[in-house]
């Protein structure tokens, strides 16, 4: 059986990082997420952070009217941003650690060092009607405690994988998909993103069981150069490519197993 089409989520988090360079009204993020859902984009991702250094609070309500396809609103565990998102109630929230000093998200959400903290989170999310993400790393202790929230999702941190090249790539390649074989068998839902571009997302699209992958900046950076509409057609052609691949691997696998059994009995 064909697995379900894997999903795009786009981040329009640098379209505001430009409009705040000048303090302007454009480029305008809501025009973009327009653009992105007409290019065939299944979701729109922003991340409100608490600096408010791209995204600001009346982009997120603008989006929760205008958009037809679904936002899914990144935010840090604090009671302001539970607040806003009780108020709001995005379709999805994705709960992601957050330090001022950092370029963009650097790791992993620790749950399972702020379980208590994390599940009390996500039973207020739920009671407002998101459903909600955890931004986790590949760790098994992580999608373990992740599982004891309730929260019906993952979303695979891959920014080792995308920071590396040669074995090491391959060595996170395999811990991605081990922790994605591991979080499904759970029952959990499993997306993946963080510093995935042109050149490695298709390896990443082929992992067995991808729901949804998140990407942003690559995307509005080569925007520049094609037009949005276009950037983002790109990306989803080459993920759904790199899932048809895992898919065809995945048969031959099971075919050349199956015939090693048969020789086996015979």
Known sequence: MHPPRILLGVNIDHIATLRQARGTRYPDPIQAALLAEEAGA??????????????QERDVRLLAEVLNTRMNLEMAVTEEMLALAEEVRPAHVCLVPE???????EGGLDVAGNFEVIAAACRRLAAAGCEVSLFIDPEPTQIEAAKRTGAPVIELHTGAYAECSGQAACNEHARLSAAAEMALELGLTVNAGHGLNYHNVEAIAAIPGLHELNIGHAIIARALFVGLKEAVAEMKRLIIAGQEAGFVASLEHDHDHDHAEDEASA
């Open 42 to 55: 299944d979701g729109i991702t922003v991340h409100l952070r608490e600096d408010r250094r791209h995204i």
């Open 99 to 105: 330090k001022r000093e950092e370029l963009t998200t």
